[in-house]
């Protein structure tokens, strides 16, 4: 007999655990979250917060978006991402990033009713967890996983409070892994992964100093520091990073992973912020150094049985493209209303085989693309003529002959400039961001093939209703002429189906399917004089459905399936879906 009993487990309270466990609370699923230490995160880590967690953040309600923009760097000081000798020294480049440049600006306003933002973990993590433990989640601190068996009911672990030293246990329905990038979790249920940890060695310093006078006049979250030995280890470059305007900071610099990693103690941690900032007298205020691995490690499959991994326990990268804490999120706010469903008995357990299916090659995608951004900073030092070495008069040398004006100086001025354009793939890729579409047996086809990409989908968003991806976002109005997000009118646990004028009888199916299934739909008609309108006509520009069609969207604001008009049998055609997606 177990001393506990929940519907969820979560080990861990980082961003993909408490996430989780927001997201259970809200939907009124039974959960409990542990974390090995006394409290959350106690260095700044993930700062990068994109528009599609901001969304999840949203559907958690508009306090807890609002909250996360109070603590936020905003996008406006984000954007002006410089390539330096130092801090003091002399700027070689320049690129607009994070939606900083106008076009990419309008992208990203086009795309989403949220904005991207610089967060510190220290402060995402409380919002989450805070909001987890006030909707219901039952927490322990101070409480280490030691192991799971789990059999054909359900879940029972071995928890130790590492307080007295006691063991106890749980006894779940599910086991939810999100206990980091040294998972015991994913070990115990032998999760398959490919890969490999520990390629490149890296240190943080973390501290505290007022460089106002080196950077408040081009506001930005990073500051790449060309020096010798900047390429080696770490994350492509020496990073001097913004945690708050302008007065905490943390940088990273490599170190070769085939030495004995370096002890950071003051006098070290100090050496290195002086070199980077370019200011020999700089003071500053240790705050904390440690020592990283870079990874380059994914799962192919996130799940065995009752046990599912999540976040860093199932994709292992650098923080390049700042995918970390946003993909364990996105993880989150994919699985939790399956979990939902599954527990409460509205859908089969066959629901939750799509977690995997649809996230595994989300986590292939961001770990190859957080390690390749790494290897694209190679370019610039090529075009500088830094090859490896460390010889820092050749190294001047070659920087200095870009300013003659000989053809060969052009000829490098050019290659700078693209070297340095080309790492929009790090630092502007917003496709990379916004482009997600799930296959599995959640989704259910309309026989439409699948949009191709007109621009690099990397690069650049492109909204469609093909069934898999995420809802477009448009304003909308209701009948007092207040904007919403089309994305506001769905989430919250809930599946939402959409449609127009000659549509009602898609909202008739939905209710008395949704009745018979004991799982209640939510349903609009969009059109005039209903109530909710499309003034702008931006609705119907995106939605690739007729005025009588509809779209069917799930809890985590994926399109599930579509019809482009109405079908003779509205209801049976609405049951044959909702059953194949819920699996019943
Ligand atoms: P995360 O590691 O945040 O959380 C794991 C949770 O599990 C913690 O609460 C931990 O205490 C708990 N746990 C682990 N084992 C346990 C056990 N046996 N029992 C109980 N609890 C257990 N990313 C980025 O984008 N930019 C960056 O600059 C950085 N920098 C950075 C620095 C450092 C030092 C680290 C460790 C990580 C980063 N990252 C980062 C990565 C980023 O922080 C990461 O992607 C997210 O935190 C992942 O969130 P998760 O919730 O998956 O794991």
């Known amino acids: 007999m177990a001393d506990i009993v929940t519907d969820v487990l979560i080990i861990g309270t980082g961003p993909a655990g408490s996430a989780t466990a927001a997201l259970l609370s809200s939907q009124g699923v039974a ?33 807890v978006e609002d909250e996360a923009y109070l603590h936020a760097a905003p996008q406006d000081l984000m ?41 510190p973990q220290t402060f995402m993590e409380p919002i989450l967890f805070k909001t987890a433990c006030a909707r219901g989640t039952q927490s322990r601190m101070s409480t280490e996983y030691v192991s ?29 892994g999100a206990d980091g990038g040294n998972s015991l979790v994913a070990e115990h249920a032998g999760l398959p992964f490919e890969g490999r940890m520990g390629v490149g060695g890296s240190m943080n310093i973390l501290f505290r100093a007022d460089l106002s006078r080196y950077v408040a ?22 990073l001097v990073r913004m945690v708050r305007p302008w007065n905490e900071w943390l940088i990273v610099w490599g170190y070769d992973i085939n ?33 990283w691995t870079v990874n380059n490690m994914y799962a192919t499959h996130m799940h065995k049985g009752r046990v599912f991994i999540m976040g860093d326990a199932a994709h292992r990268h650098p923080p390049s493209n700042g995918l970390g804490s946003n993909t364990s999120i996105q993880d989150g706010f994919n699985l939790a209303w399956k979990l939902g469903m599954v527990a409460k008995g509205q859908a089969s357990p066959a629901l939750l085989d799509t977690y995997s299916a649809e996230r595994a090659p989300i986590a292939k995608q961001i770990v190859t693309r957080a390690n390749q951004s790494i290897a694209e900073f190679g370019p610039i030092f090529e075009a500088l003529g830094m090859d490896g070495g460390v010889d820092t008069d050749k190294i001047q040398r070659n920087m200095a002959a870009r300013c003659d004006a000989t ?24 496709g990379v961001e916004m ?27 492109q909204l469609t209703t093909w069934p898999g991806s995420r809802l477009p976002h448009a304003w909308v109005f209701d ?22 004028i000659g549509g009602e009888g898609w909202v008739e199916a939905a209710q008395r399917v949704g009745a018979s299934l004991g799982l209640p739909i939510r349903a609009h008609v969009i059109g005039p004089r209903r109530a909710i309108e499309d003034h702008t006509g931006d609705w119907a520009r995106a939605r690739e459905i007729g005025d009588a069609g509809c779209i069917l969207v799930r809890p985590d604001h994926h399109v599930c399936w579509r019809s482009a008009g109405l079908a003779s049998d509205p209801e049976a055609e609405f049951g044959r879906v909702l059953t194949a997606i819920l699996g019943r």
């Not at 070290?268 to 070199?275: E, F, G, K, N, S």
């Open 259 to 291: 030495q004995p990693a370096p002890v950071v103690d003051e006098a070290l941690a100090t050496q290195v912020a002086r070199q980077l900032v370019g200011d020999p007298d700089l003071q500053i205020e240790l705050l904390s150094a440690n020592t």
């Open 479 to 500: 009948r007092q002429g207040r904007e919403i997000s089309t994305l506001d009118l769905c989430g919250r646990g809930q599946f939402t189906l959409l449609t127009g």
């Open 435 to 461: 482009n997600q579409r799930y296959r599995s047996s959640a989704i259910v086809t309309d026989g439409q093939p699948e949009p191709p990409f007109e621009k690099d989908p990397e690069l650049h968003a």
């Open 79 to 119: 954007g002006e991402n410089v390539f330096c000798e130092s801090l003091a020294g002399e700027e070689i480049g320049r690129m607009k990033s994070w939606g900083k440049h106008p076009l990419s600006r309008a992208e990203h306003i086009l795309t989403s009713p949220c904005r991207m933002n610089d967060l």
């Open 148 to 176: 799971h068996e789990q059999d054909a009911q359900g879940v029972t672990t071995t928890l130790r409070d590492r307080l007295d030293g006691r063991t106890f246990t749980v006894r779940s329905k599910f086991l939810v």
């Open 31 to 63: 959960n409990m979250a542990v974390n090995r230490y006394r409290w959350l995160a106690n260095t700044p880590r993930a700062h990068i917060t994109n528009q599609r967690t901001m969304e999840v953040l949203r559907d958690l309600g508009r306090e």
């Open 407 to 430: 053809p060969a100086a052009e000829t490098q001025r050019e290659a700078l400039r693209r070297a340095i354009a080309d790492k929009c793939y790090e630092f502007d890729a917003h």
């Open 217 to 238: 006049h081009r506001p930005s979250v990073l500051y790449w520091v060309m020096q010798p030995g900047a390429d080696v280890g770490g994350i492509g470059m020496g």
